[in-house]
């Protein structure tokens, strides 16, 4: 079996040796580049990389790497493409052949998110398509681009033990191109809910409040919209566009959409306490701490299982004149938060504690 490791770059010197380095079990690491101005085809080339110099005009990610994937020999047979700014665990060749076999067309890996390289800690970890075969396979789509198939019947495997590392390059400008290149891409197929959850949120961090609320409501509208942690995220997006009832409406939406979600129950109680809402601030935080299990997808959201939750339910119990359970609840918070709040909440502590005293209320 031989296996091709493939990417596009762009000024990716910072990366490109622990790229190359984590996929040096391949058959072949093949790289487009795209006009780099600092030492990526240098730095590639003599860790034994193949790089070929490519233009795209218009620029588009989907037709980038389509025009890279057509430079992998013939004679592969699984392909992998991966970011520059990833890096792959080791073993992962062993893991592949443990699991690919001549009628399969995909794998799916692990993608996990982390802050720094050096890190122990995932911020954030779910499975993504990134192996495939060499043939019936292209991108779609100018940015957010995806492989689609267009064999007769695609076989995909899960393989967790593969585990592709994702650190953000946080100091590249390409971010500047996504919203012209999802306005085209929403543009080239209106029908594309995914796209069109992203333009929304895209428009939402560009702070066009309007455009970002209907295509928001677009979305949700639309016969393709049918995941429900996504559509779930596009009302908590419209909770935040709004104030008042129609806030409250995108939040009570969102959680009848997808009522596993700690995230949703977090935004809800955050809301409740603004409210001053006590009695349903503590049936919300309670409801959120129950959901113990993440959904394993890139809507997790690392702080939604932080602190917070156990302060918020803390307060609404010490409210409640309930100072035992703000006790309990507030120790937990105290064991959870960054050091920024842990001032605050010995703060709160002492409080419940004062509360108790005087109630004469003990376990």
Known sequence: MKVAVYSIALNEGAHAERWANSAVDADY?????????????????????????????????????????????????????MDMDEYLSPGWRGYLESVWTPEISAVWCQKASKARVEDSDILSSFSVKNFHSRWNYRFK???????????????????????????????????????????????????????????????AWAGSTEQAARMFETYLALPSSTWPDERSEAMRY?????????????????????????????DLAEELHNQGDWTNLFWACASGIEKTRRTGTYLDEEHSWGFRLYDLAAMAA????????????????????PPDQRARLLANLDTFEAQRAITGVHA
């Open 29 to 81: 690491r093949i790289v487009g580049d795209t006009g780099s101005a600092d030492d990526t085809v240098e730095r590639l080339t003599r860790a034994g990389v193949t790089v070929h110099s490519i233009a795209i005009r218009p620029w588009r990610f989907d037709d980038a790497r389509n025009a890279v994937m057509a430079l992998i020999p013939s004679d592969v047979d699984v392909c992998l493409t």
């Open 141 to 203: 789509r100018p940015v957010h681009e995806a492989l689609a198939f267009s064999g007769e019947r695609e076989i995909a495997r899960d393989c967790p033990d593969i585990v592709l590392y994702h650190v953000q390059d946080h100091g590249k400008s390409t971010r500047k191109q996504y919203l012209p290149l999802m306005e085209l891409a929403h543009k080239d197929d209106p029908q594309d809910a995914q796209i069109c959850f992203w333009l929304g949120r895209e428009y």
């Open 238 to 266: 419209l909770a935040r566009l709004h104030e008042g009832e129609r806030r409250m409406h995108w939040l009570e939406r969102a959680r009848l959409e997808a009522p596993h979600r700690r995230e949703i129950w977090l």
């Open 318 to 337: 010490w409210r409640l004149n309930v100072p035992e359970r703000a006790l309990d609840l507030g120790r937990k918070a105290l064991e959870l938060a």
